[in-house]
DNA sequence: CGCGACGTTGATTTGCCTCAACGATTGTGG
DNA sequence: CCACAATCGTTGAGGCAAATCAACGTCGCG
């Protein structure tokens, strides 16, 4: 293993997870990725642009999201340490992002463009693998999420997302958990006063 | 190109929007299929079953839905020809599926099992970019249904059903279109009766 | 023909929203 | 270091979208 910084250590030990690479694979991995910090309330990517970039995050928080016409917003996603995150339609299609993505806190990120992933798909392809399970993995959360917005009250989705989630609700203010449960924040307000349902 | 079924033909044809294959590949790939039918009303998958196959439809109709407790039905996904199905979570980690498979038309499948699919990988590794690319695909749409599910109220979620899956809206019954909204059978049918709600 | 599945309609109820007001906390400029 | 504004969570009154429940007509099919 090379010396390198601990932000390079983790997304390597992220990539471990799934596919094993030679010292010089992962080599070129790192020198594709670009370092990046966001502060918070500070865009990464603002709806209408196009995202050319996934980004995987080495501290801080993220959100993804998506505004309507009344200034409604509705939470996509988070991202904290060990995440990736990006407009994945925007990424895969080079269309201009219907979301946008803001620091939560401060953050630190490791780029990948979409030409260095194409470069890196044809010099290393064992990535096509890691991306495909990383694709796997975000279309099972996201089934599972359209699956609870189906068949479960929100009081249950917020105690489920509690329980999956329980880094990010530390860190995420009320009101955004609640435009990710599909809720206002003074509904959710008076789900959390309430006695939790028991099951007698 | 060999001389092959039309159904044969139908899954080359898919698989060649993304990957290019040599007779030999095609060749292979086509031997680990499984045919298999299914009728109107018949299960491909129970839930509690692990599902260890994925399934590219021929001819037909199914859906995959979930049912609760109170057995409520929600619907997960419809597949129609062309389009590959399974329970993906119980398929990739080998676990029983909390959802159900069934015909809505009599069907006609080809079906690759994970270990087929394993053994496609290690001998044809362009098929962890097809893979890749499916499950991207499965992600954007399930990404698109959860912002659609969060931002607009059921009567366009109609609307954008209709004009995104017309084929589907005309082969399946009203009250599982309903299901997979999010909504009553009840509700759909005030939706469909009231005038179309213009924009002044 | 008769039965079960499907869609429809209407009355009533409910889960969640809207709007408005109010403390508590955080952060920021003077 | 304080004053003030901004942000956040909370509370409550009233309203609406969608659910529930029940009844009924139609149609396809055994």
Redesign the interface.
């Known amino acids: 293993m090379y010396a390198v910084s601990k932000k390079f250590q983790l997304v390597l030990q992220n990539v471990a997870k799934h596919i094993s690479l030679t010292d010089g694979e992962a080599e070129f991995f790192l020198s594709q990725l670009q370092e990046k910090k966001i502060k918070k309330k500070e865009f990464l990517l603002h709806a209408g642009q196009s995202c050319n970039v996934i980004s995987f995050v080495t501290a801080g928080a993220l959100r993804a999201f998506?505004e309507?016409a009344d200034d409604?917003q509705?939470?996509?996603m988070f991202a904290i340490t060990d995440w990736w995150i990006t407009d994945?339609?925007s990424f895969?299609n080079r269309t201009s992002a219907?979301?946008s993505i803001e620091g939560v806190e401060d953050s630190e990120l490791l780029q990948l463009s979409n030409d260095a992933l194409e470069l890196l798909?044809s010099k290393v392809?064992k990535f096509?693998?890691f991306?495909?399970v990383l694709?796997?993995n975000?279309?099972?959360r996201?089934?599972?999420?359209?699956?609870q917005?189906?068949?479960l009250p929100a009081e249950q989705r917020y105690q489920n997302f509690l329980k999956k989630y329980p880094a990010i609700a530390k860190k995420v203010p009320q009101k955004h958990i609640a435009?990710y449960l599909?809720i206002t924040p003074e509904f959710l307000s008076f789900l959390r006063k309430k006695k939790p349902t028991r099951i007698s």
Chains 1, 2 share one sequence.
């Open positions: 998506y309507d409604k509705s939470t996509i994945i339609t895969l219907l979301i798909y392809p096509e693998r991306f495909r694709m796997q975000s279309y099972v996201e089934q599972t999420r359209v699956l917005t189906l068949s435009s599909g």
